[in-house]
């Protein structure tokens, strides 16, 4: 229908919420065998177009891979192609830490999952915007130019990139800049111009640049489920100066009022960046009105389960307790959660929570007592590294 509709290709990915991961296997396994339904020559069209793409990201986070990581998104590479054999494209992308404090083209990462594609195409995706993200400005034409030309020498066709920005109409003098070189030096390797892009932004966007694709998608802003007929609830990314609210009310009810030693420029450094280690749902009552409440969560991983989704903290509002808000909001993460095919679901409550503990019993959570929690602070930690480094 995509296809259809004129798109020349789309590109499937899960979890939007955490800046998208892989697709499962298992939906790519379904959507093979209608795949294999059309007639032959669609089906060869579409394979042969390139016009079937996935995302190859196996945890939210940074884009700096480790060997173990590496090794992660070759054999999730592996499950994909093999679940869906009709798969013409990839968009992966990994950078490296450089001594100056920034961010540069991992290329021999880059490489190792091209010689994997089986003469599918590469797509180096959003990690690119991280990169240049990390250069101080104003970034000068020849740190651009170098930053192309090692995308260029991963092997990639295409560039989905925003200009470094937010959104693409925000980085379009940036993508005029980087049409402009890559027209010159690399007319193989395209510019898809990518984020907050829908029908209604191109003109903004055309009016400056006219990139080679661009990238057409949906935000988490859909309205959720009513919690009662006149009181409707809507998901969405929370405002940065709502959270150290939330957060206090939160901390106040848990009766630990001064634990609190976050601010919202470090909420805006972690999960407004780049690279968020952290995602936050808001609900909002009225349409997209007042934000009644808050889940913080991020992806973490078991050895026994693989991925993980940790949900740090939820609030509600006192006002919207017991009306279906926590029910409503716990329901999207589990979806989340499901997206990104996470082996548990995992969040903690204090013992004496009783309506809280009774709450999650009733959506059919366990309450695991075997496990005691240890942790450190900011004082035992340092003790701790002074201590060995003294040789204590």
């Known amino acids: 229908m995509a296809l259809r509709s004129g798109c020349s290709s789309v590109e499937l990915c899960s979890a939007p919420a955490v800046g998208g991961l892989s697709p499962s296997c298992g939906s790519l396994s379904i959507l093979s065998q209608a795949l294999s339904s059309l007639p032959a020559s669609s089906s060869r069209r579409i394979q042969a177009s390139n016009s079937l793409g996935v995302l190859l990201r196996c945890r939210g986070g940074g884009f700096r891979h480790s060997p173990a990581d590496l090794r992660a998104a070759l054999a999730e590479l592996s499950c994909m192609l093999a679940a869906c054999p009709h798969i013409g494209r990839v968009a992966f992308g990994a950078a490296k830490a450089c001594p100056d404090g920034t961010l540069a083209v991992d290329v021999p990462a880059m490489k190792t999952v091209a010689r994997s594609l089986s003469g599918r195409a590469l797509t ?119 959270d150290g609210r939330k957060i206090q009310a939160l901390a106040e009810y848990e009766k630990e009022p001064d634990a609190v030693n976050t601010s919202v420029p470090v909420f805006l450094r972690d999960g407004y960046g780049d690279s968020p280690i952290f995602y936050c749902l808001a609900l909002t009552s009225g349409g997209g009105g007042e934000v009644v409440g808050t889940a913080f969560f991020y992806i973490a991983y078991s050895t026994w389960e693989g991925r993980l989704l940790y949900l740090e903290d939820l609030y509600i509002a006192p006002e919207f307790r017991g009306r279906g808000a926590g029910k409503a909001i716990m329901l999207a993460l589990a979806k989340i959660a499901r997206e990104i095919d996470a082996g548990r679901f995992v969040w903690q409550a204090f013992d004496w929570n009783t309506p809280a503990i009774d709450f999650y019993k009733s959506i059919g959570a366990s309450v695991v007592t075997e496990w005691v929690d240890c942790r450190m602070g900011r004082e035992q930690i340092a003790a701790f590294v002074e201590g060995h480094v003294n040789g204590e």
Not at 142 to 151: F, I, K, M
Not at 192 to 219: I, K, T
């Open 124 to 242: 180096f995706h959003r990690a690119f915007d991280a990169i240049l993200a990390s250069l101080p400005p104003p970034v000068s034409p020849g740190r651009l130019h170098a930053l192309l030309d090692s995308v260029a020498a991963t092997g990639a066709t295409r560039l989905l990139t925003s200009g470094g920005c937010g959104t693409a109409v925000e980085g379009r003098a940036m993508l005029r800049r980087i049409q402009a070189y890559l027209a010159r030096a690399h007319p193989a390797l395209e510019v898809v111009a990518a984020a907050g892009l829908s029908a209604a932004q191109l003109p903004a966007l055309l009016e400056v640049v006219v990139p080679s694709h661009v990238h057409l998608g949906e935000g988490l802003r859909a309205a959720a489920p009513a919690v009662t007929p006149d009181d409707p609830l809507g998901f969405g990314q929370d405002e940065p100066e709502l």
